[in-house]
C-alpha cells in the first residue's frame, strides 16, 4: 500500500498511471474520500494549464469533499482553505517557509512547490492538488518552481506523499466548519504571500497592476492600483519582483 497512513485517516483510492485524478473521481463516493498517484500524466490546473512530472517523484490526488450542509459563500472559500491545509502539510518539512500565493500556490521562498485547482460535482467539490516531492533541479519545469527534496525534506517521495495526504484530509475536515468565517480569512490572510508585494493581475479585461493589501470578506485580493482598492474575485497573479 503506498498511503498507508492517508488510509488510515480515509477511504484512498491507490492509482497506478492515470492521466488525471480528477478524471478518477466517481462522485457517488464518500466525504473526504481521496484518489492519488505518483505516476500522473496529464494533471491539469488553472486557466487550462498542464501540470507535468516525472512518474515517481510528485504527489497527485484529488479529494472529494462533500458540500450538501455548506451554503455557496461557504463552498466558494474552499479553494483558500485547500491551499491553506496543503501549506500545513508542507510547512513542516521545508522548516517553517511554506507560504500561500492567491488563490491557488504553495511557494517556498517565492517558488512554487505545489498548486490547488476545485471543481464542482454534482455532490460537492473535488479538490486536487500536485506536489513536487524529489524533482532534482534538472528535472523542474520553471526556474520558479523547486520541490521538498530541494527544500530540505530528507525522505522518499512514498513518505513524503503519504505524510502530505494525510495531513491534507486531517486538514481540510477541521477547516469545513470555519468556511466562510472570520478566523478563517484572517489565518488565510496570514500565511499569504502575496499580501505586500506589488503584483500584476491578467484579468479577461486586461491588466491590473498595484500593490496587493488585503484579502476581502469573501476571499477576494485586495490591490491597490495607486487610485483606490479594487477587488480581484479571479485572476492569474504574478508577483512583480
Known amino acids: 500500500m503506498l498511503f498507508p497512513g492517508a488510509a488510515r485517516v480515509s477511504t484512498v483510492v491507490e492509482l497506478g498511471t492515470v492521466g488525471s485524478t480528477f478524471d478518477a473521481v466517481d462522485d457517488r463516493a464518500e466525504h ?20 507535468v512530472s516525472p512518474a515517481g517523484k510528485c504527489l497527485a490526488a484529488t479529494v472529494l469533499v462533500r458540500t450538501k450542509r455548506l451554503s ?34 504553495v511557494l517556498v521562498d517565492g517558488r512554487k512547490v505545489a ?39 530528507d525522505a522518499t517521495a512514498p513518505v513524503l506523499a503519504d505524510c502530505v495526504l494525510a495531513h491534507v484530509i486531517r486538514s481540510l475536515d477541521d477547516l469545513l466548519p470555519a468556511l466562510g ?46 487610485s483606490g482598492i479594487v477587488d480581484v474575485r479571479a485572476g492569474d497573479v504574478v508577483h512583480v519582483r
Open 72 to 105: 455557496e459563500d461557504a463552498i466558494g472559500w474552499l479553494p483558500l482553505a485547500a491551499g491553506l491545509a496543503l501549506a500545513d502539510a508542507l510547512d513542516p518539512l521545508v522548516a517553517d517557509r511554506a507560504r500561500l500565493k492567491w488563490p491557488n500556490d
Open 32 to 51: 473526504l474520500t481521496a484518489w492519488a498517484t505518483l505516476d500522473q500524466r496529464a494533471g491539469r490546473g488553472r486557466l487550462g494549464r498542464e501540470w
Open 181 to 226: 468565517t472570520e478566523p478563517l480569512r484572517a489565518a488565510v490572510a496570514a500565511s499569504l504571500d502575496t499580501i505586500g508585494r506589488d503584483v500584476r493581475v491578467l484579468l479577461p479585461a486586461g491588466e491590473l497592476r498595484g500593490r496587493a493589501v488585503g484579502l476581502g470578506s469573501h476571499g477576494e485580493l485586495q490591490v491597490d492600483d495607486g
Open 115 to 153: 498548486g490547488i485547482l476545485c471543481e464542482r460535482r454534482s455532490t460537492g467539490v473535488a479538490v486536487g492538488f500536485g506536489v513536487n516531492l524529489t524533482l532534482t533541479e534538472a528535472e523542474l519545469p520553471t526556474d520558479a518552481s523547486t520541490s521538498l527534496t530541494i527544500e530540505g525534506a
